[in-house]
């Protein structure tokens, strides 16, 4: 079954060192008496949940599955029970407002709660971690009413949310939606139509389930400017808000996936069921991308955590594994073989995982602070660029993080030979859950197109050189350093690079878009690098002010630095030479000639 140990020391750095999360809180006033002893001790006892009770179910849930039976879906055996003990200890109110029954701490803490629910058990995770994203589209976008019954209701765990928005017709090309949604004479609306692919759709692990389901009015025009937000509950609630009248909306059946099997991923089946409307008529979309984006960022998050707890496993086995001797001699005289971690391709195999979760995890914590800034620093400037951070860099979360992890758990597999193939050690299901990270929510292709032509593109490049502004702060300070050459340099020249490269792609748009099409994937590929390699030379500093401690944490950062700079940064030279190559190798070719 393998191991899942949080890892709180890492975690800490990064809060702690490479953050400075305390003072960053004082400026944020309902935050300012939150201490480091608080969110350590927070987050301590999450990884003492999430190892005991969560990260045993994780191949359970995987060998079990979901059970569907005339519209009724069971949740593997375990499910159910340690939901109720995650309700019960409050997890789910961690991050939510007060007013609503939320313990009111950070979206940086609450981020870090789920990297390492998702670590233990991605399948389980999705239950609360899709109820979380409901409360926060609710509670931005609901009518006072609204909020008053259903926020209590999901911020304490009794009841769980989705998202309803795709159909059997379209994926990600929501503006074709046929839902439809007619008024009834009380206020609410007549929803029929049918939903595919809606994760946690059906289950036993709650008394409700809150569906946020996208539809048209019977005037709204064609397209996304005609698509309207409704709360569909499966239970109606009653005059007391307890769980009513069933509602027209049932699970229809479940999917047989390639992965993570423990959570129900429904058809969902929507006769003349009643709905309310939640913000503007046909401005559904607006709010519905409030829990679209915490999804993008959620699912960042599956990758991190997939990430860690394969390479958690693929280092013990590393150090345990004996095969043949070192190239250089024997390492181990007194055994039979070394250990394969003496050997340069697993070092790199198990170095790869290790850099790209370490800069992961720096990236997603900074990138939840400046959430915490955009809702809650008293400065309107401050709130308003950390916002346009966050816009710019949630498609760099959402597909560099996932491809990484896809990467890592692969390279975690091999690491482990032919038992890696074997699903008794269960290094193969963590490839198999990480897979999906790269396609729901937006598949990666469609966030590096929102990268680009949204979010760089769109405004000129605005966001990117604040992003940018940092970076160049950074080498300034350090570039006349000596110590800090081996990192400052590569870092100044990505930068160069990518906004050399930024300049082409849109010159090479504006005369014809497929160009922008053609470069998106490598060039997230690219600034998802530039990301890194900035973190990655911060956190240098910080190892090398540090190495003279003794503690061999920074010994072994300053290490893995020196790696990513050396071994992973200049895959950015093929994807910028992919970038520049254009769309014509692409688009010549007719399409019966495939």
């Known amino acids: 079954m393998g191991q899942y140990t949080a890892p709180l020391r890492d975690m800490q750095f990064v809060l702690h060192e490479l953050l400075d999360v305390e003072n ?48 009724v879906v069971k949740a593997p055996t375990g499910f159910k029970e340690a939901y ?20 009111g701490l950070p979206v940086l803490v609450n981020n870090a709660l789920y990297e390492m629910l998702n670590s233990a058990n991605q399948a389980w995770t999705m239950y609360p971690g899709l109820s979380h994203g409901a409360y926060e589209c609710l509670h931005a976008h609901g009518t006072p009413a609204q909020k008053a019954v259903y926020l209590p209701k999901i911020v304490s765990g009794e009841w769980t949310g989705t998202m309803c928005l795709t159909e059997p017709h379209c994926g990600t090309d929501l503006g074709i939606l046929r ?28 008394a409700n389930i809150i569906h946020l389901v996208l539809a048209r009015l019977p ?16 239970f109606i609630p009653d005059e007391h808000g307890a769980p009513g009248q069933r509602n027209g909306i049932r699970c229809g059946s479940i999917e047989h996936k390639m992965g993570i099997h423990g959570n129900a991923t429904c058809v969902m089946n929507l006769d003349g069921a009643r709905g309310w409307l939640v913000g503007e008529p046909n401005k559904g979309l607006n709010a519905m991308f409030v829990m679209m984006n915490a999804a993008r960022l959620g699912v960042g998050m599956q990758g991190l955590g997939l990430t860690e707890v394969a390479y958690q496993n693929s280092l013990a086995y590393a150090k345990d594994r004996l095969q043949m001797r070192s190239l250089t ?82 390279l975690a597999m091999q690491v482990y030979g032919g038992h890696g193939y074997i699903a008794e050690w269960g290094m193969e299901q963590y490839v198999r859950d990480a897979r999906i990270n790269m396609i729901y929510e937006g598949t990666n292709t469609i966030q590096s197109l ?25 080498v300034e300070q350090e570039g006349v350093k000596e110590e800090m050459q081996e ?38 590929r690219v600034v998802g690098h530039l990301v890194f390699a900035y973190f990655w030379a911060r956190m240098a500093r910080i190892a090398l002010d540090k190495q003279g401690s003794g503690d061999p944490f920074y010994t072994s950062k300053l290490a893995t630095a020196r790696f990513y700079f050396a071994k992973l940064l200049p895959e950015t030279a093929y994807h910028i030479r992919a970038a520049r190559a254009g769309s014509k190798t692409l688009m010549d070719l007719e399409a019966d000639l495939f």
Request: negative net charge; charged residues 25%.
């Open 329 to 410: 001699g024997p390492k181990a005289p007194d055994k039979p073989a070394d250990p394969i971690i003496v050997h340069p391709d697993v070092r790199r195999m198990l170095l790869t995982q290790k850099a790209y979760l370490e800069a992961g995890r720096a990236f997603s914590y900074w990138t939840a602070l400046q959430i915490d800034r955009e809702l809650s620093h008293t400065d309107e400037s401050v709130r308003k660029e950390a916002a346009d951070l966050v816009a710019l860099l949630t498609p760099v979360i959402k597909a560099f993080l996932t491809d990484n992890a896809f990467t890592s758990t692969n």
């Open 219 to 234: 005037d709204a025009p064609p397209g996304t400017k005609g698509i309207s937000l409704f709360i569909v509950p499966k």
């Open 179 to 206: 839902s439809k949604a007619e008024p009834n004479d009380d206020g609410s609306y007549a929803i029929t139509g049918t939903k595919i692919f809606i994760s946690a759709g059906e289950h036993d692990l709650a």
């Open 84 to 103: 109720q003990q995650y309700v019960d200890a409050g997890w789910p109110a961690l991050a939510c407002d007060p007013d609503h029954g939320g313990q």
């Open 487 to 524: 990192f400052v340099n590569p870092l100044a020249d990505i930068g160069d690079k990518v906004q050399k490269l930024t300049m082409e792609i849109g010159m090479k748009a504006m005369g014809n878009q497929d160009e922008a099409g053609a470069a998106a994937v490598d060039y997230l």
């Open 450 to 474: 929102d990268l680009l032509g949204r979010k760089v593109l769109g405004d000129m490049g605005a966001k990117l050189k604040k992003f940018g502004k940092m970076v160049q702060d950074f």
């Open 24 to 71: 960053e809180l004082k400026a944020l006033p309902r935050h300012a008496d939150i201490d480091a002893d608080t969110i350590n001790q927070v987050l301590k006892e999450a990884g003492k949940f999430c190892s005991e009770v969560v990260f045993p179910l994780n191949q359970v849930g995987d060998q079990e599955g979901c059970r569907y039976h005339d519209g």
